[in-house]
Each structure stands twice: as C-alpha cells, then as structure tokens.
C-alpha cells in the first residue's frame, strides 16, 4: 500500500463511503459507546423531531478542546443518516479560516471528485454531474455550475459585486434545494475557524430556515465570537466535563477487559479533570508502555504504573510523541503543512529516507493519533485532534520550524500549482511564517486582489492587513515603501467594498499611500488613491475634508499638467460646489471638466475610474 512498507489488511470495497469531514475520517474510536452525554443528545434529536415538522432549527454546541463535540455530533449523524435523512457535514479548517466559502467549496470538490489539476471544462462537467446526482433542479443546476467552478479556481468576468451576489444566492438556493427532498441535517464543524464569505452565507440561510425542514448544527470553541448568531435564536448546548462517575465509566471502556486497581483509577480521574481526549491519551499512552503489566505474583506497580500518567494533556500528547522518536520526526514536518496534509507533498519536503518516513506515518496512524482521509484520488492525512497538531508543532525550535515553512512554500508551488493559484494565503501564510516577509507581502497582495477579484471583500480585508503587517519588518526604505504602496491602495479599494465608504482604516489607508505615491513619484498611484479619498469624504459626508482632496488633484505637484488629474479634480469641485447649493459655479466647473477630458491623447484613460458619468449626470 503507498506509504506503508510493511503488509497491512486488504478489503473489498462495497460501496461509497460516508465520509465528509476529519472528524468522520477517523479510524474507529478507541471506546465503543459515548458516555456522559445522554442529555445533550436528546436536546439535540428532540430540535431534529421539530425539524421532521418543518420547523427549521438552528443548533450550537460549544466545549473546551478534547470535550467531545465532535463525538456528539457524529452520533446524531449516524443516527439521522440511519433513518434514511440527508446529512450534509461541512468542516472549517484554522488553514483555511481565511478562505472564501472553504468548507462548501472542499464538500463540492470532494464529491464532485475535482481535483484542482482539472482544466476548466473537465471540472465544469464534473460539477454539473454531482449537482444532476445531488437532485439539484436542473435551472439551479445551469446556475451554480459556473458559480462553483469560478470559487473551485476557474476564471469569471462577472463584476465582483454581481458575482457575490449570485453566488450567495445560489447556495442558499442549494440548500433549500435539497431539503425539499425532506428534512435535512447541515453540519458545520469548529466555527471558531468560520471564514468571512461563509459565515455571511450561514446568516443569509438562517433567515429563510425558519419554514424549512432544515436542521443546522454546528460546533465551536468557548472563545469563538459567535454575536452574529443571537439574532436566529440558535439553542445553545455547553458540553460540560465528564462528571467522576462518567469519567470511571469511559476509563472501563477504554481498558475493557484490562483489570486495573481503584488507586490507579482514582489517580488517572484526578489528573485527567474529566476532559474525554485528555482520560483517552492517558490510557493510550499507558497501554502502550505495558505500565500495567501484573508481575509473577499478579500484582501491578503502583508506583510504576502511576509514573505514566502526565500533568497535563499537553503533556500527555507529548509523551505518545516522545514513544516513537520515528514517529514524532514525520509528525513534526507533517504539523507545519498544516492540521490537514498531503502525502505527496510531505515526501517532498521530509529530510530523511522514503523507508523512515513510510515507517513513521504507519507508526503515527497505528498509534491513532493521524488518520488517512477519504479524498478521491488524493492521499491526504490528518491529525487525530487539533492539540496533537498543535504539540507537533511546538517542540520544534523557531528555526528548524521557519526553515521547514520555507522549504514548503517553495516546494507547493511547484507541486500543486493550480491550488496555489486558486489559494495564495497559503503560501503567503508559510512564507510569513518563514520570516521570509518581502515575498510574504508579494504574496499576501495576489490573495487580496484575488479575493477582491470574486467579491470575498472581508477576506481581501484580511490578506492584505496580513501583507502590511509583513513588509513592516523590512528595512525603511525606498524598497519597502514600493511593496507596502499597493497593499495600502488595494487594502482602500477592498475596505470600500466591504463597508461602503470604508470607515476611518480606509481613510487611514488612503493617506498613508498618498505620502507613499507622492515619495515614490507615482502619479497613476496618485490618482487612484484622491479617487478613493474623495469618495469616501464625500460619501460621509465631509464636505470641507473632500474639497481638499479635490483641490489635490489640481494642485498636487506631481500631477501638474496631468490632463486626467484635471478632469477628474474638476469633476470632484463641481460635486462639492453642488451640494453646496452653487449650481451655476458647479455646472461651469463640470463643463471644464468634460473639456479636460476632451484633451486627452487616450480618453479611454479615464474609463476605469467610470468618468464621464457623474460629470453629466451633474451638469444635467
């Protein structure tokens, strides 16, 4: 089998498998039955009985990391899928919590079976097969094959705001789509990684869930910000810890037919504080160990065996790392790809022999602690829990780990190509994390005008705030000051898209890149950058602040004799000049503006900038 040296057990394949998320990717769970959360169940199956009634539902489930969220929800799964009900499980990623749409577009793909790889047309086909499969009507179909090959990585001319919006649509329309086939459950896991443009398509669903046999539950961390769903009235269920008598309960589930003394119980309960994963790697860890090894006479070591039982859980994933040294080298390289990583990319960039690296995985995975993901034709792996990636991550020095996120920047850019164009942040992502901050900015900057490109406006938001925060470590200088230049105009541009006149940040932006194009002598940046201002003054709006700006574009040095600069201040003039009641003043200044533009060598110039428009429209 690739990746494994060693003989493993072969089966037949019957059918499709279920799986839709990491959390159902696992192999089977160490203990047989959930303990413990009975209540919480029953909460959640008596909002899935008011669904079957078409009454839409929203459900919460928050916990600490290692509760049990995932666990709980996949037994509802199991039993609404076991009843013949479509279950639709999505899964945010902390690597992709910046990704426009990323859980919905990763479900898509997977079942579509589209690899990023496909040219146009081939993934356009494949999507249009699994929306026919999906019983998607055929008119919703036409329109959201497109939609979904331009999020997938194919290119659109749609204006961005068009394209946002068609796009919203059409998903919601999916969804209500498929639940008129009959009560459905929609399954949302870690929000608390939600990226902007789904979590905008969530709150757009729930307004029209309330008639829906539709039952929407998610999971997130205790700290995640969660206000935007107070006004849909979700139920929220707490997982609390595992009480004494639960936790004695899941610890003989675990050992099962293993006999261990009640001091040895109570010590493994005290330490563990009643958190499921934590009592689970415990346990792992000891039988591992053979720490509970009775000698001749039948009796264990207590002190021995207690000597196997960590402080902490952190302490704990540490110690099944440190069992394996193999084992714990893979899982390190593996943890700065990320929580989710690919085969073919770990060989690629591990230090040691193929034979070491198949060796460790297989050691990792028959330890449980990464699984193997059901994902086409791509060998993809994940950590068993975000905590064990998170412990990988972290016994690595700085340096060895920014090495390693070079190393992976460099090498995903000329494996998989296509997904680095279609998700920049990626590699923008190690890059920073690499220190390697002048390309990080480079790039940081493709993922903004990328994500402003399809109307992911918030995500642009942050990728370029990310790519500022990067070149602020380069020397200043005239060399910074030209990588920082179209982060701050394309950062203006992104902040006005996403909150109209973009708030003082986009008012900030435009004058830090106005010093910067004036220091730099860049007209046409200079340009862009007094459009911006303006508009956002004067959509405020500020009046004496935007006859400032407009006095700018006909008094800024660098624009002297600059024909467009002429006719785009004189239009500005005019608009300030008419809502202040001038209007024979302001109808001569926009006469001389149309006369500026009349002068141009190449009018088509000013197309962008969507003049002549408010010239007539004003003098009319």
Excluded at 68 to 83: E, N, P, Q, T, Y
Excluded at 130 to 140: D, H, I, M, Q, T
């Amino acid at each position: 089998v690739k990746g494994f040296t060693n003989p493993v057990a072969v089966f037949e394949v019957l059918s499709e498998s279920d799986i839709e998320t990491r959390n159902a990717a696992t192999r089977v769970a160490t203990i047989g039955r959930m303990v413990g959360r009975v209540l919480e169940r029953d909460l959640i199956l008596e909002r899935w009985a008011m669904t079957e009634r078409g009454e839409g539902q929203t459900v919460l489930v928050t916990a600490i990391p290692g509760i049990g969220k995932s666990r709980l929800v996949r037994s509802i799964v199991d039993a609404i899928r076991g009843a013949g009900h479509r279950v639709l499980s999505l899964q945010c990623s902390p690597l992709f919590a910046e990704s426009a749409l990323y859980p919905i577009v990763r479900h898509i793909e997977a079942s579509a079976g589209v690899s990023h790889a496909d040219p146009t047309p081939l993934r356009m086909e494949k999507l249009r097969r699994f929306l026919v499969e999906a019983k998607v009507s055929e008119s919703l179909g036409a329109e959201l094959a497109p939609l979904l090959a331009n999020a997938a990585g194919s290119t659109n001319d749609a204006a961005p705001d068009r394209l946002r919006e068609s796009t919203y649509s059409a998903l919601v329309n999916l969804f209500l789509d498929i639940a008129r086939a009959g009560p459905s459950l929609i399954v949302l896991e870690d929000i608390h990684w939600i990226d902007p443009s789904t979590r905008e398509l969530v709150q757009r669903m729930l307004v029209k869930l309330v008639d829906k046999p539709i039952l929407l539950l998610m999971t997130a961390r205790p700290e995640a910000d969660t206000r935007w769903l107070q006004p849909h009235d979700p139920l929220v269920i707490q997982l609390m810890k595992l009480t004494r008598s639960q936790s004695a309960e899941f610890l003989q589930e675990i050992f099962g037919d293993r006999v261990i003394s009640i001091p040895i119980a109570r010590r493994i309960i005290d330490r563990t504080d009643g958190i499921p994963l934590f009592l689970e790697e415990v346990c792992q860890s000891m039988i591992e160990r053979d720490s509970l090894q009775a000698d001749a006479s039948g009796r264990i070591d207590l002190e021995h065996a207690l000597g196997f039982v960590p402080a902490t859980l952190y302490d704990t994933l540490l110690s099944r790392l440190d069992h394996n040294p193999q084992a714990k080298s893979v899982a390190q390289v593996a943890s700065v790809i990320g929580r989710e990583f690919r085969l073919e990319l770990l060989r690629d960039v591990y230090p040691g022999p193929s034979e070491e690296l198949s060796a460790g995985l297989e050691a990792l995975v028959s330890a449980d602690l990464v699984h193997p993901v059901s994902d086409g034709a791509i060998d993809l792996y994940t950590f068993k829990h975000g905590l064990m990636h998170q412990a990988a991550y972290e016994t690595l020095l700085l340096r060895h780990r920014q090495e390693l996120h070079a190393l992976i920047a460099d090498r995903v850019a000329a494996i998989l190509p296509a997904f680095v164009r279609n998700r920049p942040e990626i590699v923008a992502r190690h890059l920073t994390a690499a220190a390697a901050f002048e390309p990080a900015g480079t790039t940081w900057l493709a993922a903004g005008q990328q994500a402003l490109s399809r109307g992911a406006y918030e995500e642009a938001v942050q990728h370029l705030r990310a790519g500022l925060a990067a070149v602020a470590h380069l020397e200043a200088g005239e060399r910074r000051d030209e990588r920082e230049l179209p982060l701050q105009i394309t950062l203006a541009q992104a902040l006005r898209s996403a909150r109209f006149t973009g708030g003082d940040e986009a008012l900030n932006a435009c004058r830090r890149a106005r010093a910067l194009s004036e220091a730099l002598g860049r007209s046409e940046d200079l340009l862009r950058v007094l459009r911006f201002e303006f508009g956002i003054l004067f959509n405020r709006p500020d009046i004496g602040a935007a006859e400032t700006v407009a006095r700018a574009f006909l008094e800024a040095p660098l624009l002297a004799g600059n024909e467009a600069a002429a006719a785009l201040g004189h239009q500005a003039m005019g608009k300030v000049l008419f809502f202040r009641g001038d209007f024979a003043q302001a109808y001569d200044v926009m006469v001389r503006s149309l006369a500026d533009a009349g002068r141009l060598q190449s009018p088509d110039l000013l197309t962008h900038y969507q003049y002549p428009v408010a010239a007539m429209v004003y003098q009319a």
